[in-house]
């Protein structure tokens, strides 16, 4: 089992649709919760950072984390076509050495259709 | 946001050759750098984690002698690819975390934009 799962997709949403990005992860360690936007053929981009449980919004953007479910998600209200692209979860256990590193999802692509 | 960037972007070389790609953080200083492997429709997989003035510390089944990682400074890492060849080939990508992040608690990686290698 991955410690990190994330549904692949691909996903396809009409324009101004409410998107589900959903992850769950099996090491209970995990404390930091990072969700990423990665265009083709780019590099990824933070789109939200959250430490342990509970709601963080900017913007279109919504995440969530439920700690005692181990499952986080991204909800992107009034989507756009440029929001396609493919989002990764990542999080990581702690604040020290190795235990900093990030483990990711294996991504969802999303395409909001016109 | 912190800016990381890459050089080259893209590189097409013949088997056997070496390669070389600067990872730089252009506003802030990282004590760490990462160095990623992506493949098509694939997650990111961590090759190797560079730490400043030492040695970098490889993940499992990354041949330490084939991927030279050096991290002279605080704003520059360097993988170079030795003797490459096809089943190389892969989108390389290296993320950098903040010596000192401006929110407390805040510390993530910053990635750069990636170096599409292509070996023949």
């Known amino acids: 089992q991955k410690e990190v799962e994330q549904d692949p997709g691909p996903l396809s949403v009409p324009e101004g649709a409410i998107v589900s990005l959903n992850c769950t992860y099996s090491n209970s360690a995990f404390q930091y919760f990072m969700w990423y936007r990665q265009y083709s053929r780019k590099g990824p981009e933070l789109l939200m950072y959250?430490?342990?449980?509970g709601n963080k919004e900017d913007g279109r953007f919504t995440a969530q984390v439920d700690k005692s479910s181990k499952y986080i998600s991204l909800f992107i209200r009034d989507s756009q076509p440029s929001d396609s692209a493919t989002y990764l979860c990542a999080m990581s256990a702690g604040s020290s050495g190795s235990a900093r590193q990030l483990t990711f999802g294996s991504g969802t692509q999303l395409t909001v259709l016109p | 946001g912190a800016v990381v960037s890459q050089h080259p972007s893209r590189v097409i070389c013949k088997s056997g050759t070496s390669v070389k790609i600067e990872c730089r953080s252009l506003?802030?200083?990282?004590?760490?750098m990462f160095w990623y492997r992506q493949f098509p429709k694939q997650s990111l997989m961590l090759m190797a984690t560079?730490?400043?003035?030492?040695?970098?510390?490889?993940e499992q089944g990354v041949e330490k002698d084939k991927f030279l990682i050096n991290h002279a400074s605080l704003t520059l890492s360097t993988l170079t690819v030795t003797s490459a060849h096809p089943e190389d080939s892969s989108f390389y990508i290296c993320?950098?975390?903040?010596?000192?992040?401006?929110?407390?608690?805040?510390?993530?990686?910053?990635f750069g934009p990636g170096t599409r290698l292509l070996v023949l």
């Open positions: 506003d802030f200083q990282a004590t760490t």
């Open positions: 993320s950098a975390r903040e010596l000192a992040p401006p929110v407390l608690g805040r510390e993530t990686q910053y």
């Open positions: 959250t430490y342990s449980s």
């Open positions: 560079s730490n400043e003035g030492s040695k970098a510390t490889y």
